[in-house]
Structure formats: C-alpha cells, structure tokens
C-alpha cells in the first residue's frame, strides 16, 4: 500500500520561501514519477510539478522559475523548493505518486499572505 506523508506547509509573507517534503513508502520509489499538485478554495486541483524517475521535471506554467521539484531516491522523499511565493499560491499542496497521480497523501496547508 503506497503512503504519502506531505511536511513544511505554512504561513508566509508575499516574496518569501517554504520547502515542502513528501515521504513516500510501499512503492518501489525510485522507478516512479513522482509530483506535486495543488487545489486552492473554490478551484479545481491542477498539477504544478513533476519529476520522472530519470530526474526530469515538469512545471505549470504559473510556477516556473520560482518552484522547483527535486528528489532523493535513498531518502525516498521528493521535495518542492518554492521561492518567489504569491498569494495566489496559497492552496493545499499534495503529493502524487505514478504518471496518473493516481495516488496522493493528505496535503498540507500553504498560505501566502499579501
């Protein structure tokens, strides 16, 4: 049974940084696409990065050069560095396992104040 326990969500001021962390176990972690979505009050869940198990990485439009997803395979834990952030940002945050993001954990609280 796959697991996703997402940590580091947070409040913080327009312009600053949080690192979000997401451990994954059940998986055989280093052959699966991992990713982070996000789902903001009233808004559909959309997808902000993605990073194969080869280390490439996908991002919405809306975060790049300000996000970045990475991954430490022996860790089994996949991060996103957020820099830059707006508040527009401010959503919860999920962990996605698998090139559906069929699987995901239960999300942790990102708010971006103005």
């Known amino acids: 049974q796959v697991q996703l326990v997402e940590s580091g969500g947070g409040l913080v001021q327009a312009g600053g940084s949080l690192r979000l962390s997401c451990a994954a176990s059940g998986v055989i972690f280093s052959g699966s696409t991992m990713g982070w979505d996000r789902q903001a009050p009233g808004k559909q869940r959309e997808p902000v990065a993605t990073i194969t198990s080869a280390g490439s990485t996908v991002y919405a439009d809306s975060v790049k050069g300000r996000f970045t997803i990475s991954r430490d395979d022996a860790k089994k834990t996949v991060y996103l560095q957020m820099n830059s952030l707006k508040p527009e940002d401010t959503a919860v945050y999920y962990c996605?396992?698998?090139?559906?993001?069929?699987?995901w954990g239960q999300g942790t609280q990102v708010t971006v104040s103005s």
């Open positions: 996605t396992q698998g090139l559906k993001r069929s699987t």
